[in-house]
């Protein structure tokens, strides 16, 4: 079962990157401090959001891949961003993973659609990566020594980056492989950021172990600071379920000490994270045992289910960006096998004890040198080119590859991650068509680059060509010049679109007025549009303008609504003009925002403000403190 993704949102994403909401404070060495200065980009343009899921599920068939030998089972998702979903110890028969039943998705990741379970790979910034919930290239090849090797990669639009990876599992091997490469084209450097995240199942016999004797932890209330995870105000906070609230612990984990991370069970199985050394970073996540932590395992697992993180990274933290050279290329190696610790060790409540213990177990499953074999065998075939094709990703690396060699500008060796032109959609096609001298209609996507900025300017008189330059120069930042293109833009042609880029300039700087009146034009021109009522709701609702929010739900002829993010902004205006028993029941009837962000808990606070002295319902408590 999985709830269906709908629709990509029509609107390219200029609003910023949601910040980081902790402080970095206290004991922190200089390199978390510098990495957490660096590099957080201004948006994820050229990226859309994929916020058009509902929390109806239905049946629906997924493509999956299978690595098996006589001690492990595991089932990768390359249409989902490649998510390694289930890993079966076939001894114990034990999922080492936290796999539910079904697939909701939520907004947790950049480009909001993330569900939980299995492995996922992350990169290009913090956060749930842009290509999480979208289709990976995939194929299987056979390396020199008969192996075979399932292998997914991925043009990353925000960084300009290829990224690369290659799983496989040698006969009665106790771990899974998998062998990461990243490589940046570009002549700059570009901020790199990986993390490599684990759900593993949370219940009251489970504890995290790494080596390290203290953390930097962050709340989501109080910032980031170095504790004792075994000992954090009296609270051995490395079994998951002794932690009150939402968590992050991110392991000290000395440079000169084997990378590892592992999660061990009443039995002692559980699964054990390691890695060569360039992934240092090593972290647990809870989402704590308050009401709103409880709610949000609820909400992303509604057939039940409890699950922690654990996760591996290039940084310490996830606050930091690495500076990756212009032309680098970075690989390593991960592994994943079954603990299989003495739990009355692993569970010891001296945590040197058991770190010594596990550290021992993680040496008799994968040594460092077996992993370095392991790497260096792996890049060895690393450009091997691919003999099956099982799965198609995006057709943005095709037409990335033909713009660099048509502009003559650097790309790298594809052909152990080709990029064919096959792969190339309507989406991609106004793109390709203008590169090929074809002239330029219109596009519902969106790109970025000098490159691509000087081709449209070849556009003359153009209005589409125009607004796609305005949205270009508005995600750099630069909003002047991207109303002056808005503006060009809209005296050949009116569009939403132009109108909504106006709004969000004015907006920026200051114009409230002015803003809100482009949005009113914008919906007027695409009542329809969901995605632009609600931004436009909220603008108003920010702006402090409930009736303006009301009155444009009337002009536009939004039928009443009772449940989604509308009918919540909506219940806020009345709320706020004062018509607090309108709001209220609104409210009571069951409000259910489906696209509610990881952090926010605003239905609460509206409950709180329009039935006052009244407990506020489970359903709406999301509070992660």
Known sequence: ??????????????????????????????????????????????????????????????????????RLRAVFLPGLGGRLWELVDKGTGKNLLYTPSCIQLANLALRSAWFAGGIEWNIGTRGHSPTTCSPLHA???????????????????????????????????????VAIRVRNPNHADVPMYW????AVPENPGSRVVAPADSAFASSYTDGISRVNPADDGGVDCTWPVNNARARDFFFDIAPETQPWILHADRDGDGLAMLSTGALRG????????????RHWQEWLSPDGGAYAEIQAGLAQTQFQHLVMPGGAEWSWVEAYGNARVDPESAHASDWAAAVDHCSSRVRALQDEDSLAAAHEAA?????QHQQRSIATGSGWGAVESIRRRRRRTPWLEESGTPFGKESITGDQRPWLDLLEGKGFVAADTFVN??????????????????????????????LENARVLYLESLKLQETAQAHRGMALADLSEGRAGEGLEQYVAACALEPAN????????????????????????????????????????????LAQVGKREEAAALLNSGVEVADLREGENPISDLWQQVCPGEDVPARYQFSMA
């Not at 402080?23 to 343009?45: F, H, M, W």
């Not at 993390?195 to 684990?198: F, V």
């Not at 090593?282 to 932590?293: A, S």
């Open 139 to 177: 194929s299987i090849l056979t390396n020199a020594d008969g192996q075979e090797v399932l292998r997914m990669w991925e043009f990353e639009r925000l960084r300009e980056v290829v990224f690369q990876i290659d799983a496989w599992l040698p006969p009665d091997s106790p771990v899974l492989y």
């Open 282 to 293: 090593r972290k647990l996540f809870v989402w704590g045992q308050g009401r709103g932590g």
């Open 1 to 70: 079962m999985i709830s269906d993704p709908g629709p990509a949102n029509p609107l390219p994403m200029l609003g910023a990157v949601p910040e980081s909401p902790y402080k970095i404070t206290g004991d922190v060495p200089r390199e978390i401090l510098d990495g957490a200065a660096y590099g957080y980009p201004r948006s994820l343009y050229p990226y859309q959001l994929q916020d058009g899921y509902g929390r109806t599920r239905s049946e629906c068939s997924l493509q999956t891949v299978v690595l098996e030998n006589e």
């Open 195 to 198: 993390w490599t995240n684990a």
């Open 379 to 383: 890049s060895g075939w690393a450009d």
């Open 530 to 573: 969901t995605a632009l009522l609600t931004e436009a709701l909220t603008a108003f609702l920010a702006a402090g303008n409930a009736q303006g929010a009301l009155d444009l739900l009337r002009q536009i002829g939004h039928p009443p609504t009772r449940s989604g993010r509308i009918g919540f902004l909506e219940a806020a205006a």
């Open 449 to 478: 680059g000098t490159d691509w900025a000087e081709l449209l300017e070849q556009c003359q008189h153009n209005a589409q060509a125009y607004l796609h330059r305005a949205f270009m120069k508005h995600a750099y930042g630069e």
